[in-house]
């Protein structure tokens, strides 16, 4: 009877589609009241041995089967059913339901409160004009009941108040299990859909957020452009000056580090620009190992007293939007670098690329669940990429909240590059997990499909 438009990704659609899921709560519905139907049938010819007129009663009930085979078949197409077809679905039943209760006693039959379940059903799932046409139909079927009916023949009239009684109390059971059954079902979908929209206006919260910061980004990378390059323009006076004057060959490594510097940030905007135009030709996928290698050395590069040991060779494997996953790895990296700075030559960062069945699910924190867990439930092949460091590691309580906003730590960070590294894998499918132990160090994994 029953981009930022990108983190709207829509939610996991249950068993049956969801503009279907009222009338599949009817089809069960109708199932439930069908085998109700012919289990009092059963009772009151078998046990009771009131005579009762079997062929029109069961025809009525193979009806009903046929109306719900309908309903089946209709639950195959994809377009939403409407009131107007809800309504009719009901009112089919109020209708077969006041033919039952025609040949079998009308309004003296116990069971004439099954009208009940229809109308909670239709309460439940119908706009009012409709919920009020549907109870004025089973008003007007059942005052119609109270004078046109075949009565009950009754052997035995001793005992038929005795069997009115226990029908009523059959009656009241049945019908009690199935509004509960379905009015609960109706109400926890109400909530899901709530759940749902609230996580969607999360969702929307965030990639507002996450579009704030990334024009702020694109305007400060604009406004770097030009005073690099006068920078740079200096060095190389510096070095010609230096090439003359002897005297200024002291300053030689100092100069060195600065143009080293000067290169890394260029490479960086030249990366950004690049990045942008491969996802504008939709390019933006290559063989992980050679792109996760050529990343690793352009990270050394900005950290070179930093100890990196990597593990990146899976031949084969092949992923896509590499610019959001360039920017969560140097966004890990950077943060393992600031935490083991205070060890000195002890200070160790290890990464690791494996297989998503190898890697540790220990949930200790991760991106908020309003973005969670695509890639789990879409079949594709996923990876890991783990960095661990050896540094201080994260106290519990700033562990709760990475991810979820700005925060302000002890050792100066804002928190703003792990929020878009949360938000960057939730955009790509994946998920990013955290744990640490304070004073021993920081494991971040990142999962991600591969194409």
Same mark, same amino acid.
């Given at each position: 009877m029953n981009s930022p438009s990108s983190f709207l990704a829509a939610a996991s659609l249950p068993a049956d589609p969801p503009q279907h899921l009222l009338l599949s709560r009817l089809f069960w519905l109708r199932w439930a009241m069908v085998a109700g139907e012919l289990l009092v049938l059963a009772g009151a010819h078998i046990w009771l041995h009131i005579a009762l007129p079997m062929s029109p009663l069961l025809a009525l009930i193979l009806l009903q089967l046929l109306i719900n085979g309908g309903t089946w078949l209709r639950m195959r197409w994809a377009r939403p059913a409407e009131q107007g077809e809800l309504f009719m679905q009901l009112w089919l039943d109020v209708a077969v339901l006041t033919a039952l209760l025609y040949f079998s006693g009308g309004s003296t039959n116990p069971f004439v409160s099954f009208y009940l379940p229809a109308l909670a059903a239709g309460a439940a799932t119908l706009s009012w004009p409709y919920a009020l046409l549907l109870a004025l139909c089973a008003l007007g079927g059942y005052s119609g009941l109270v004078y046109f009916y075949e009565p009950l023949h009754i052997h035995d009239h001793g005992q038929a108040m005795a069997y009115h009684l226990a029908g009523m109390w059959i009656n009241f059971t049945?019908?009690?299990?199935?509004?509960? $059954?379905?009015? =609960?079902?109706?109400? +926890?979908?109400?909530?899901? @859909?709530?759940?749902?929209?609230?996580? +969607?206006? &999360?969702?929307?919260?965030? =990639?507002?957020?996450?579009?704030?910061?990334?024009t702020q980004a694109a305007g400060a990378a604009h406004a770097l452009n030009t005073p690099l390059s006068t920078v740079a323009v200096i060095a190389g006076e510096l070095r010609? /000056?230096?090439?003359?004057?002897?005297?200024?060959?002291?300053?030689? &490594?100092?100069?060195r580090i600065v143009e080293e510097q000067i290169a890394v940030c260029k490479a960086a905007l030249e990366s950004m620009r690049l990045d942008a135009d491969?996802?504008? @030709?939709? /390019?933006?996928?290559?063989?992980?190992?050679? $792109?996760?290698?050529?990343?690793? /050395?352009g990270w050394r590069l900005r950290h070179p007293a930093v100890l990196l040991v990597a593990e990146v060779h899976q031949p084969? $494997?092949?992923?896509s939007q590499l610019q959001d996953l360039s920017q969560i790895l140097l966004t890990l990296l950077d943060n393992a670098a600031h935490a083991v700075r205070g060890r000195g030559h002890q200070g160790e960062i290890r990464l690791r690329l494996l297989s998503a069945d190898a890697g540790d699910a220990t949930k200790v924190a991760e991106a908020p669940s309003s973005f969670g867990g695509a890639s789990s439930r879409s079949g594709k092949k996923t990876a890991i990429i783990e960095v661990s460091d050896n540094g201080s590691g994260i106290a519990p309580e700033l562990l709760q909240r990475l991810g979820h906003g700005p925060v302000v730590s002890s050792s100066g960070g804002s928190g703003i590059g792990l929020m878009l590294a949360f938000a960057s894998a939730a955009h790509l499918g994946g998920k990013l997990r955290l744990r640490s132990v304070p004073g021993e160090g920081t494991v971040a994994q990142l999962r991600f499909p591969l194409r």
């Open positions: 049945i019908s009690a299990l199935l509004i509960t $059954w379905f009015v =609960s079902r109706i109400a +926890a979908a109400v909530r899901s @859909r709530d759940r749902q929209l609230g996580q +969607a206006r &999360e969702r929307q919260l965030q =990639s507002h957020r996450i579009l704030a910061l990334g010609r /000056e230096m090439a003359d004057n002897p005297a200024l060959s002291v300053y030689d &490594e100092d100069l491969a996802q504008l @030709r939709n /390019e933006d996928s290559a063989a992980i190992t050679p $792109w996760l290698t050529s990343l690793l /050395e084969g $494997w092949v992923a």
